[in-house]
């Protein structure tokens, strides 16, 4: 019998996404990346003096990346503040954009990347590089390609593309597994990650979904920045 996703979605089928750029005025660029529940919001600031000063580097900027989840974004209140996850996940964030920035014209500044995540159903680090690496783009810092991240589980033994948080808790068989890949917008890997076990040729099968999966984010993200362009030009931001 065929594979039943609890939503009823098809393996390779995302859920349905939206994003948006400009949400934050105060900002020098920001955006928003939804896919399904889960919703994230990116604010740019800089680039800008760096401080503390000993982190300044004379040769290059720097990109520094804050990821958060909202106490409210999850049905149980979870406490606020920085935690070893969040430490992580701000980590990997900047891993995933760093390859595409390039700031070798402002050396000693920082480029501050803030994400929160106002709604969590699993997928929040992707959702979050999805909308951080719009709001680099609405800043106007130098970038050589788009990001776009996904999540490739694999639930038992089948591979299914952007888990929700109830698809991620699947127990049944092998259990669930969580890869979450972020690509450029020429198809190079800038980050993944393995929670779980998995064959060497499911891992290959899940690069190839993730990289079809991520053509469709690069639209949605490509589609939102000329939204915002083409309203700037007819004066509606
Ligand atoms: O969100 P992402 O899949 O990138 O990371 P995760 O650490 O695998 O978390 C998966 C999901 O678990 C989150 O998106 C939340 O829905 C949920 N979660 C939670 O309810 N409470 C936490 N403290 C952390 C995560």
């Known amino acids: 019998m065929a594979f039943k996703r609890p939503d ?13 750029v400009g949400v934050v005025p105060n900002a020098d660029g920001s955006a928003m990346f ?23 580097n004379p040769r290059t900027g720097q990109l520094r990346c804050e990821y958060n989840m909202i106490s409210f974004s999850v049905d149980d209140r979870i406490r606020p503040g920085r935690n070893r996850r969040a430490m ?23 480029v501050d ?14 959702a979050g590089i999805n909308a951080a690496a719009m709001a680099l783009a609405h800043a106007g810092i130098p970038m050589k390609n788009m990001v776009s991240s996904i999540s490739i589980g694999k639930l038992d033994k089948t591979l299914v593309v952007d888990l929700t948080k109830e698809e991620e808790d699947f127990e049944e068989g092998e259990g669930p597994t969580d890869i979450p890949v972020s690509i450029t917008s020429d198809g190079k890997i800038t980050h993944m990650q393995l929670d779980g076990m998995i064959e060497v040729k ?24 000329k939204k915002f362009i083409e309203d700037k030009s007819e004066g509606l931001n």
């Open 8 to 20: 009823g979605r098809k393996i390779t089928e995302m859920r349905p996404a939206e994003a948006k």
């Open 34 to 56: 939804k896919s399904g529940k889960t919703i994230a919001i990116a604010a740019v600031y800089g680039p800008k003096k760096m401080h503390p000063q000993h982190q300044q």
């Open 88 to 110: 992580e996940i701000s980590e990997v964030t900047k891993w995933a954009l760093e390859p595409v920035v390039d700031l070798k014209d402002y050396p000693n500044q920082v």
């Open 113 to 126: 990347v803030h994400i929160n995540i106002i709604q969590a159903d699993a997928g929040t680090r992707c």
């Open 202 to 225: 499911q891992l290959q099968e899940s690069i190839d979904m993730a990289k079809e999966a991520c053509k469709e984010v690069y639209k949605i993200q490509k589609d939102a920045l």
